[in-house]
């Protein structure tokens, strides 16, 4: 299948500073990029929906200001945590939806972890 | 909107045993998509099945096969000769023709028993 990367995998950073985080179609292109937050023990929770070259779409009440998101291309999408605090804590995953065909499969990155100290 | 219900929080099988999972969805959509993942502890998403809507026979990827009821709404997972590297967390997911996005159930957390 197709593969998706994620990185970094686990990210540790101080209280008010900003992180990062790449998600990479290796194989294939994606138009459509998806992130998402998943907290322990729970389902994921779409974030945003990243297009290549257009803005992205945020669910309600994510704040778009604080998640940054870019999707420069078509293989590449960043989000990036801004004044990060330790309530951002969590696991993030990344998603691309495959540009060829039907276009109507998803694949996911390994995910990663934040950590805000 | 639709959505998914998956209503086993918590599943366990003995070791080469069958199981189901469950998954019923609420859509007035006629052309969709449905999903099973499955996420190990490792986290990473795995794609184990897809079946589209408009196919009649019922999706099967080895051991894992679907039971698709489109009428009843329901998509369950049946997992055969179960493995030890099956234990994980079993998302059922729904994706309509026209959207973008991948609407999630709640998840299932499968146990295997040696």
């Known amino acids: 299948g197709a593969v998706v990367s994620q990185h970094p995998s686990w990210v540790i950073c101080k209280s008010g500073t900003s992180v990062k985080i790449e998600c990479r179609s290796l194989?294939?292109?994606?138009?459509?990029m998806f992130w998402y937050r998943q907290f322990p023990k729970q389902s994921l929770m779409l974030m945003a929906t990243s297009n290549e070259g257009s803005k992205a779409t945020y669910e309600q009440g994510v704040e778009k200001d604080k998640f940054l998101i870019n999707h420069a291309s078509l293989t590449l999408s960043t989000l990036t945590v801004t004044s990060a605090h330790p309530e951002d804590s969590s696991f993030y995953i990344c998603?691309?939806?495959?540009?060829w065909g039907t276009g109507n499969t998803i694949y996911f990155g390994e995910g990663s972890w934040l950590t805000v100290v | 909107a639709q959505t998914v219900t998956q209503s086993q929080p918590e599943m366990s099988v003995q070791e080469a045993e069958t199981v189901t999972l469950s998954c019923t969805y609420d859509?007035?959509?006629?052309?969709?998509?449905l999903f099973w993942y499955k996420q190990p502890p490792s986290r990473q998403m795995i794609l184990v099945i897809r079946q589209e809507a408009y196919k009649q026979q019922n999706a099967t990827e080895n051991r894992f096969s679907v039971n698709f009821q489109k009428a009843a709404k329901s998509f369950s997972l049946k997992i055969s000769d179960s493995q030890l590297g099956d234990a994980a967390m079993y998302f059922c997911?729904?994706?309509?023709?026209?959207?973008?996005?991948?609407?999630f159930g709640q998840g299932t957390r499968l146990t295997i028993n040696p």
């Open positions: 194989d294939f292109q994606a138009t459509t």
């Open positions: 997911a729904y994706k309509s023709q026209g959207a973008q996005k991948l609407v």
């Open positions: 859509t007035s959509e006629s052309d969709y998509y």
């Open positions: 998603s691309a939806r495959e540009s």
